[in-house]
């Protein structure tokens, strides 16, 4: 199914894969209603960042996830469902566990069911690799066993199974994307990359980090979603789940470094307690077996790590307003 000229629902999209994603589909020519969490500000997040061109050419829908008869009214009449609203910061699932599973398993569940309800064509459902846990083995194909290593993690894995259900209970043709750590332009400083880029730009002599020794696949936002667009446009991908990630990782001391050289050479970089997650919850290697991708819909990344870091950087300096302060974002 070409989206073009499809009616298609993106939750989440006022967040930074689906601010990317609402761009893409425009661009190619999909009717597409936005799905953003209401707020008393009509702060629209990371649309605010698209065209006006742009943003006349979405139907922006302002609700919330966890309530049914928002998502319902959403759904309706629609071709496709992009669904990619969640609360996603793992340090924060330490602190308020049951609002991930409101949002996650919840929400997922509000979406599944308007899906089934009103025979929507396709719908594609947003994991992480956060599922898998530190590797058991590498690279990490979609069989590898997932480990619920933080609230966040477990609230995602319990959505993938709803999913998984839905489509073997009910026929509902869904696909799960799940995505290694995705990284570009539009992210927040809670991220790792846009971290480390915030606190070296205000030149300083030493910035700090959790442990520099786990290891991520890091994926650009654009190839990310390019991703998401195959597997909602390949009839192949219904009941599957589908890793998206370049098969390349590195140590988050060794990403610190590239980044040091590229912005502010000699900073030295020191592991703060604070910011560690509890030696059970880390994980410590991330590597993507991407070949199902590849094989099934034809996804490749096109985006090498040196060029997205580049553009990340670029979109960082211009937007110094966004990453203000130095105090640590849980």
Partial sequence: MKLSKKKVLITGAAGFIGSHLV???????????????????????????????????????????????????????????????????????????????????????????????????????????????????????????????????????????????????????????????????????????????????????TIFLGALTPCRDLTFVEDTVDGFIKIAENSDTVGETINIGNGKTISIGALAQKLIDLVNPGVSVVSSEERLRPEKSEVYKLICDNKKAKTVVGWAPKVTLDEGLKKTFQFIKAHRDLYVGDNYTV
Wanted: hydrophobic fraction near 35%; charged fraction near 20%.
């Fill in 23 to 205: 761009e893409a589909l425009i661009n190619q020519g999909a009717d597409v209603k936005a799905f953003v969490r209401y707020n008393s500000r009509n702060d629209l997040g990371n649309l605010s960042f698209l065209s006006q061109r742009l943003l006349e050419n979405m139907e922006i829908i302002w609700g919330d996830i966890t309530d049914e008869g928002m998502v319902r009214n959403a759904v309706r009449g629609c071709d496709c469902v992009f669904h990619l609203a969640a609360l996603i910061g793992i340090p924060y699932s330490y602190v308020a566990p049951g609002s991930y599973v409101n949002t996650n398993i919840k929400g997922t569940l509000n979406v599944l069911e308007a899906v089934r309800e009103f025979s929507v064509s396709k719908m594609v459902t947003t994991s992480t690799s956060e599922c898998y846990g530190t590797a058991l083995y590498e690279p990490i194909d979609e069989s590898h066993p997932l480990q619920g290593q933080s609230p966040y993690s477990a609230s995602k894995i319990s959505a993938d199974k709803l999913a998984e259900s839905y489509y073997r209970s009910f026929d509902v043709p869904v696909s799960t994307i799940r995505p290694f750590n995705t990284y570009g332009p539009r992210q927040s400083d809670r991220a790792v990359i846009p971290t480390i880029i915030k606190q070296l730009l205000l030149k300083k002599e």
